[in-house]
Each structure stands twice: as structure tokens, then as C-alpha cells.
């Protein structure tokens, strides 16, 4: 098993970018075949998977996100990064880094993004 830890932005001002790190531990990124992914649930809402960046460092995005969404990764950190931009109210949500598989099995504790201003 991998642990994940969500970075704690706070809180986040309409129109502003959030950036969130997970660090891995009990494993490296650059694993073969290992999917590191970002899911977030909103309140009263389902799980929503916005994105991952795999072993080799390839990204894919969920259409919902995919225009606003970047992925990237520190392989000396062993550490990935969401950035999304242009938030709204409507991204308030419990954002979750989650891997090693494309189906996650390990999943970060979560951390509760506000949007407000």
C-alpha cells in the first residue's frame, strides 16, 4: 500500500487558481504502469474523477475539466500537482489524490477546498 497526503490550500477566492499537491509515500510515481489521479466530491454529490498523470508522466482529463485542469509532477519529490483554474463557488468540494492504479486502491485523507470570497 501507498499513503497519499492532500497539500491544505484553504480557502480560495472566486476567479483564482488552485493548486494541490499530493506526496507519496510506500512507493515511487515512476512506478510502470502506475496512475496517480485527483477526484473530487462536492456537497451532496457523487465522486468526480478530474484527472490523472501516469508513470511515464502522460496526463488525461476529464471533459468536464480538461480546459481548465493541469496535472504535473516532481519525480524528485515524489509528489504530483493539480492546478485548476478560474474557480467558481460550484468547486467547493473535498478534493482526493488517490493511485496507484487506474482504479485507485489508495486513497489521501482529502482535503475541503472553499470557494468564497
Known amino acids: 500500500q501507498v499513503q497519499l497526503q492532500e497539500s491544505d490550500p484553504g480557502l480560495v477566492k472566486p476567479s483564482q487558481a488552485l493548486s494541490l499537491t499530493c506526496t507519496v509515500s510506500?512507493?515511487?510515481?515512476?512506478?510502470?504502469?502506475?496512475?496517480w489521479s485527483w477526484i473530487r466530491q462536492s456537497p451532496g454529490k457523487g465522486l468526480e474523477w478530474i484527472g490523472h498523470?501516469?508513470?511515464?508522466?502522460?496526463?488525461a482529463y476529464s471533459p468536464s475539466f480538461k480546459s481548465r485542469t493541469s496535472i504535473s509532477r516532481d519525480t524528485s519529490k515524489n509528489q504530483f500537482t493539480m492546478q485548476l483554474d478560474s474557480v467558481t463557488p460550484e468547486d467547493t468540494a473535498v478534493y482526493y489524490c488517490?493511485?496507484?492504479?487506474?482504479?485507485?486502491?489508495?486513497w489521501g485523507q482529502g482535503t475541503l477546498v472553499s470557494v468564497s470570497s
Open positions: 510506500g512507493g515511487s510515481i515512476t512506478t510502470n504502469y502506475y496512475f
Open positions: 498523470i501516469t508513470y511515464s508522466g502522460t496526463t
Open positions: 488517490a493511485g496507484p492504479y487506474v482504479l485507485p486502491r489508495d
